[in-house]
T-cell receptor
């Protein structure tokens, strides 16, 4: 069974802390993604990566960075957490493009910044 | 660029009612189309997909047909259950984009 695993289901962090969200996939997928999900706004793409050490900005990269040192792992970093980064964060992976290839999602991390 | 417009919710139905959630898209070329479902507190799961015009995707009693002439991929189910209560996302993949493009999601609540 294919899996995308996020390291935490729930996190509570303080304003100004550096926060790491980890995601691991076991499907040898080239592409990995970080989204945030907020009520009424749907899914918004933060960053994605198409290879080790390669990354591209999504729609809302401000305040975030990412790291992909190994193919199976993609980390999202909040450099200095703020209350407006309280959200549900979703990691996904997808194989290299081909017709009908879907994305596979992790279970999500609900982050609260206080 | 690619975009997906999805019927806004929330949608509230009684058990055994008929469900339609509308989805239309804009894309160049011939995208693949997907419906995902998100149960409370969970990530997204693929519900069904279609890769070419007139294809019908189906799963768990849900169906959607890829209509190129109307650029639509509406989700339907003949008789919903309380357990179908979830958020439903329409998405497309196509062109040179590595990521899927998602609609805004539709919250469905089914009452007993």
């Amino acid at each position: 069974d294919v899996k995308v695993t996020q390291s935490s289901r729930y996190l509570v962090k303080r304003t100004g802390e550096k926060v790491f969200l980890e995601c691991v996939q076991d499907m040898d997928h080239e592409n990995m993604f970080w989204y945030r999900q907020d009520p009424g706004l749907g899914l918004r793409l933060i960053y994605f990566s198409y290879d080790v050490k390669m990354k591209e900005k999504g729609d809302i990269p401000e305040g975030y960075s990412v790291s992909r040192e190994k193919k199976e792992r993609f980390s999202l970093i909040l450099e200095s957490a703020s209350t407006n980064q309280t959200s549900m964060y979703l990691c996904a992976s997808r194989p290299e493009q081909g017709r009908g290839t879907e994305a596979f999602f992790g279970q999500g991390t609900r982050l609260t910044v206080v | 660029g690619n975009s997906v417009t999805q019927m806004e919710g929330p949608v509230t139905l009684s058990e055994e009612a008929f469900l339609t959630i509308n989805c239309t898209y804009t894309a160049t070329g011939y995208p693949s189309l997907f419906w995902y479902v998100q149960y409370p507190g969970e990530g997204l799961q693929l519900l069904l997909k279609a890769t070419k015009a007139d294809d019908k995707g189906s799963n768990k009693g849900f169906e959607a047909t890829y209509r190129k002439e109307t650029t639509s991929f509406h989700l339907e189910k003949g008789s919903v259950q309380v357990s179908d209560s979830a958020v439903y996302f329409c998405a497309l993949g196509g062109g040179s984009a590595r990521q899927l493009t998602f609609g805004s999601g539709t919250q469905l609540t089914v009452l007993p």
